[in-house]
């Protein structure tokens, strides 16, 4: 083909206006040629575009409607799950679900971080999400510590809000305006604990011995968790959520001459900083408690009365899913809880309990009982005066009268060793159910007598034994008020063995009804410090797994029987009648100059203001 073009171009040039000659039929051959071979060439190229460019496109197509299109099978809106937890690898499955769940990859889970003392907390608590029917809870995390084993903290971490210092610390440094009578300034030194007691006349050991101010719990509590082995700054971890706010000490400054937005203000500016906090939307401050070392009634003020007693902190309604710790707690209200007040023995080591356990053990004891307190001559009700009247009359019995004024009542030594030298010591109510007289007469070895349920039975359920007739002894108020039933002869048929069995048991329970010394930390023992704190984490964990599992923790649940609950055996879900209910049964409109349905907390409120008698009794102290 190429000679013949170069031919074909050759004669154009040579001749291109000479006549036909007789050689050139040639070069119209040599044309037609080519015109063939561009015509073949032609349709070559339109074969191979359409069997090979258009073939493999049709392929590709029908590769491509082979494949699944998860965008139509996808619904218009996609369940977004995120899973905290590593779960169990499954089988992929054979075909797409039909709806599909879009994941994201989760990071291996990693050790918990190691304890610090009261940090902030960056953590951002996820929602809870729907899936199905089932929820995903955001504490899940902090249940499932419990399962590593190699980790001591594991279900125990406990989370300390780091609150503003006019919660707690700047009450300490204006300490002189705590109290109307007592200068609490003393008593806040040490921790808490108040000044060495000096064992003059030997009735004390020689270490850990303190005069401790009754309600001092908020600064002791506060400062011996900040001991706490388990703290953590991850509050996703948290078996319970501590709120350190000094809520007896706030309300002690205000009780007397100033009106009720005074008494209000730092309950309400608290429950309003916790609500602004990520930690509180886990669980709406369900695993949130704080302590206060005051009874209950000086929270629970009923009206907006400015005569009206107390403030409405344990009213409020972000309180009421949170956990006060009190040294007395109300019989009809779910939202506190009793523990012991201070005594003035704080021990620093193990040892100091066992010795100090020991000594109660081989003390000779030459009263019968003893009873050490002032009449009520206001309270009619009151079985006081008869008490006094039977400590008068028996050759067995010990009285150590507290009246104003000078009294050795008031001094440490005299109250301790009065209860050691007495097999029982009798303990009626005082302004309200409880009195610290019942922790300090423990202390010393000596059986309690009660004549309340709600003075201990009801009141210290985690740190005292349900079988209360293993430990003390019980006389029904009505007993001594309207039978006069002589205390004498009931205790003297207690037989001696029985006597010695509970005397052991009272000893036994000195370490947890005891607050160790907060710059330190007990090796085996457990004291009421421990016990509570383990009691706050076993609730918000029951309630935890309540919450994942549906259900409640009891069937029924009335608030106003609340003092029952405590008391069911394991696997009860439901309180019924109870031999007490007489003593918690509110008056009825009319009685007791009451017309009101809060009537038995209208006069628990105003035992407790009468309980500032006994505070101005103690200022000689």
Same mark, same amino acid.
């Given at each position: 083909?190429?000679?013949?073009?170069?031919m074909r171009r050759r004669s154009a040039e040579v001749a291109p206006t000479e006549p036909m000659e007789k050689g050139n039929g040639k070069s119209q051959t040599n044309r037609i040629c080519v015109l063939v071979a561009l015509s073949l060439f032609f349709w070559a190229l339109l074969l191979y575009f359409h069997f090979v460019v258009l073939g493999s496109s049709s392929v590709i197509d029908?590769?491509? /409607?082979?494949?699944?299109?998860?965008? /139509?099978?996808?619904?218009? !809106?996609?369940?977004?799950?995120?899973?905290?937890?590593?779960?169990e690898p499954h089988a992929a499955p054979s075909k797409p679900p039909k709806e599909p769940l879009v994941t994201i990859d989760k990071p291996k889970p990693v050790l918990p971080p190691a304890p610090v003392a009261n940090s902030t907390s960056t953590f951002k608590p996820p929602k809870?999400?729907?899936?199905?029917? *089932?929820?995903?809870?955001?504490?899940?995390?902090?249940?499932?510590?419990?399962? $590593?084993?190699?980790? &001591?903290?594991?279900?125990?971490?406990?989370?300390?809000?780091?609150?503003?210092?006019?919660? $707690?610390?700047?009450?300490?440094?204006?300490? *002189?305006?705590?109290?109307?009578? +007592?200068? =609490?300034?003393?008593? +806040?030194?040490?921790?808490?604990?108040? &000044?060495p007691l000096e064992n003059v006349e030997g009735v004390f050991s020689d270490?850990?011995?303190?005069?401790?101010?009754?309600?001092?719990?908020?600064?002791?509590? %506060?400062?011996? =968790?900040?001991?706490?082995?388990?703290? +953590?700054?991850?509050?996703?971890?948290?078996?319970?959520?501590?709120?350190?706010?000094?809520?007896?000490?706030?309300?002690?400054?205000?009780?007397?001459g100033y009106n009720i937005s005074r008494r209000d203000a730092a309950s309400l500016e608290l429950v309003d900083w916790l609500m602004k906090r990520p930690e509180w939307e886990i669980m709406k401050g369900k695993d949130h408690f704080l302590v206060a070392g005051r009874i209950t009634w000086d929270f629970r003020r009923l009206s907006e009365e400015e005569t009206d007693w107390g403030n409405k902190l344990l009213f409020l309604p972000a309180a009421k899913n949170m956990s006060m710790l009190v040294v007395e707690s109300s019989p009809w209200n779910a939202n506190d809880f009793g523990i012991p007040y201070p005594t003035y023995f704080h021990p620093a080591k193990d040892s100091e309990v066992f010795e100090w356990q020991d000594r109660m053990r081989n003390l000779e004891r030459k009263w019968l009982f003893s009873f050490?307190?002032?009449?009520? &001559?206001? $309270?009619?009700? !009151?079985?006081?005066?008869?008490?006094?009247?039977?400590?008068?009359? !028996?050759?067995?019995? *010990?009285?150590?009268?507290?009246?104003?004024?000078? !009294?050795?009542?008031?001094?440490?030594? %005299?109250?301790?060793q009065m209860f050691q030298s007495s097999l029982f010591c009798l303990q009626p109510q005082g302004d309200s159910y409880t009195r610290r007289s019942a922790f300090d007469s423990m202390l010393a070895g000596c059986i309690p007598v009660f004549f309340h349920p709600g003075s201990a039975y009801t009141q210290y359920t985690w740190h005292l034994p349900k079988n209360y007739t293993t430990y003390s002894v019980f006389i029904p108020e009505d007993d001594i008020r309207k039978r006069n039933i002589s205390i004498e002869e009931r205790l003297l048929q207690i037989p001696s063995e029985q006597v010695k069995i509970m005397r052991e048991n009272v000893i036994n329970l000195i370490p947890r009804l005891i607050y160790a010394d907060p710059r330190s930390e007990l090796e085996t023992q457990k004291d009421a410090f421990d016990v509570s704190v383990q009691a706050v984490i076993d609730k918000v964990t029951r309630l935890r797994k309540n919450m994942i599992e549906g259900r409640t923790e009891y069937d029924y649940f009335v608030e106003e029987n609340s003092w029952k609950y405590a008391l069911l055996e394991e696997g009860q879900r439901e309180a019924g009648g109870h031999v007490w209910d007489p003593f918690f049964s509110k008056p009825k409109p009319g009685e007791d100059g009451s017309s009101d349905s809060n009537a038995g907390t209208t006069i628990s409120a105003d035992a407790a203001k009468n309980s500032w008698k006994s505070e101005q009794r103690d200022k000689t102290q």
């Amino acid at each position: 083909m190429i000679p013949r073009v170069a031919m074909r171009r050759r004669s154009a040039e040579v001749a291109p206006t000479e006549p036909m000659e007789k050689g050139n039929g040639k070069s119209q051959t040599n044309r037609i040629c080519v015109l063939v071979a561009l015509s073949l060439f032609f349709w070559a190229l339109l074969l191979y575009f359409h069997f090979v460019v258009l073939g493999s496109s049709s392929v590709i197509d029908k590769q491509i /409607q082979l494949q699944p299109s998860y965008a /139509q099978s996808q619904p218009s !809106s996609v369940s977004l799950r995120v899973d905290k937890f590593p779960i169990e690898p499954h089988a992929a499955p054979s075909k797409p679900p039909k709806e599909p769940l879009v994941t994201i990859d989760k990071p291996k889970p990693v050790l918990p971080p190691a304890p610090v003392a009261n940090s902030t907390s960056t953590f951002k608590p996820p929602k809870i999400v729907e899936s199905g029917q *089932k929820q995903e809870f955001s504490f899940i995390r902090a249940l499932k510590t419990v399962d $590593n084993k190699s980790d &001591p903290c594991g279900g125990k971490y406990i989370y300390v809000h780091n609150l503003p210092s006019k919660f $707690n610390e700047d009450m300490l440094r204006d300490c *002189k305006k705590l109290s109307l009578w +007592t200068n =609490m300034c003393k008593f +806040t030194t040490n921790a808490g604990l108040g &000044p060495p007691l000096e064992n003059v006349e030997g009735v004390f050991s020689d270490e850990g011995w303190y005069a401790t101010n009754q309600f001092a719990v908020d600064v002791i509590f %506060s400062n011996r =968790m900040k001991q706490y082995k388990c703290l +953590t700054n991850d509050s996703s971890l948290a078996a319970a959520i501590f709120v350190p706010f000094y809520a007896g000490f706030d309300i002690a400054r205000y009780l007397w001459g100033y009106n009720i937005s005074r008494r209000d203000a730092a309950s309400l500016e608290l429950v309003d900083w916790l609500m602004k906090r990520p930690e509180w939307e886990i669980m709406k401050g369900k695993d949130h408690f704080l302590v206060a070392g005051r009874i209950t009634w000086d929270f629970r003020r009923l009206s907006e009365e400015e005569t009206d007693w107390g403030n409405k902190l344990l009213f409020l309604p972000a309180a009421k899913n949170m956990s006060m710790l009190v040294v007395e707690s109300s019989p009809w209200n779910a939202n506190d809880f009793g523990i012991p007040y201070p005594t003035y023995f704080h021990p620093a080591k193990d040892s100091e309990v066992f010795e100090w356990q020991d000594r109660m053990r081989n003390l000779e004891r030459k009263w019968l009982f003893s009873f050490a307190g002032a009449p009520r &001559p206001d $309270n009619p009700k !009151s079985i006081r005066g008869q008490i006094i009247d039977q400590c008068r009359n !028996s050759n067995v019995g *010990k009285l150590l009268e507290c009246d104003f004024g000078e !009294s050795k009542c008031h001094a440490p030594s %005299s109250i301790m060793q009065m209860f050691q030298s007495s097999l029982f010591c009798l303990q009626p109510q005082g302004d309200s159910y409880t009195r610290r007289s019942a922790f300090d007469s423990m202390l010393a070895g000596c059986i309690p007598v009660f004549f309340h349920p709600g003075s201990a039975y009801t009141q210290y359920t985690w740190h005292l034994p349900k079988n209360y007739t293993t430990y003390s002894v019980f006389i029904p108020e009505d007993d001594i008020r309207k039978r006069n039933i002589s205390i004498e002869e009931r205790l003297l048929q207690i037989p001696s063995e029985q006597v010695k069995i509970m005397r052991e048991n009272v000893i036994n329970l000195i370490p947890r009804l005891i607050y160790a010394d907060p710059r330190s930390e007990l090796e085996t023992q457990k004291d009421a410090f421990d016990v509570s704190v383990q009691a706050v984490i076993d609730k918000v964990t029951r309630l935890r797994k309540n919450m994942i599992e549906g259900r409640t923790e009891y069937d029924y649940f009335v608030e106003e029987n609340s003092w029952k609950y405590a008391l069911l055996e394991e696997g009860q879900r439901e309180a019924g009648g109870h031999v007490w209910d007489p003593f918690f049964s509110k008056p009825k409109p009319g009685e007791d100059g009451s017309s009101d349905s809060n009537a038995g907390t209208t006069i628990s409120a105003d035992a407790a203001k009468n309980s500032w008698k006994s505070e101005q009794r103690d200022k000689t102290q």
